[in-house]
């Protein structure tokens, strides 16, 4: 298959980055597209790994740049995609996992239509807050926010190609790895498909042709 963009959404909360990670430690047909981002580093998260964090000077000199394949803002901070990590990940044959809000996913789907937008559905409002107030890195202001947002992006669900209950982390991985490999067999992302069409249908035609008529 065509190495593809998996576009992962969900509100804040719904634990599409906790997928994400346990997808890729499963998996080494894929790689992770690290967003840069301007909002602070949170304690558990490494400069690189999870976001290149970005003064806001340097965001806007690299947007300016045309370095992002798309940019959104969130919570008053910027997150964009930079074009070099998907370059990155394409060539070397992987498909590039993007942890991106909807705004971001809109703008990937027009400029790349055939990526796959996976949506990741929280399995109740509790479980939503309770990630969100469990992390302890926000102040309850942007706890908030995000909470509001939340119920807005819920509301975008009908423009991704799947959606996945985020009940069991678990049998959430497995769901897209099985989304993932069924996308292989669409005809659209077979390579050589026509190709080798094209050469059975020439084998077909001789074989007809060499039974004898009576
Ligand atoms: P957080 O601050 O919780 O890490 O991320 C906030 C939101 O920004 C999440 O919905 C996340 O998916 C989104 N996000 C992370 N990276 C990017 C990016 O590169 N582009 C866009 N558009 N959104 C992103």
Redesign the pocket.
Known sequence: MKPLLLV??????GG??TIAKRLLQTRDDLGY?V???T?GM?PEESDGV??HFLPRKEFLRRQQAGEFL???T??G?L????KSEINRILSSGRHAV????????R?IRAGFPSSLHLFVIPPSAGALIGRLTGRNTEPPELIRE?ITRAAD?LAAVSEYDYAILNQDVTLAVAQVAAILDAEAWRVSRQDSLHEFIDRLRHDVIAAASSIPVE
């Open positions: 992962l959404s969900s509100p804040s909360g599409k980055t597209s967003s840069a981002t909002r949170r999870d976001y798309e940019w959104a969130y919570g901070e997150y964009g995609t930079l993007l942890d991106v809000e909807i705004e971001g996913a703008q995000r992006e």
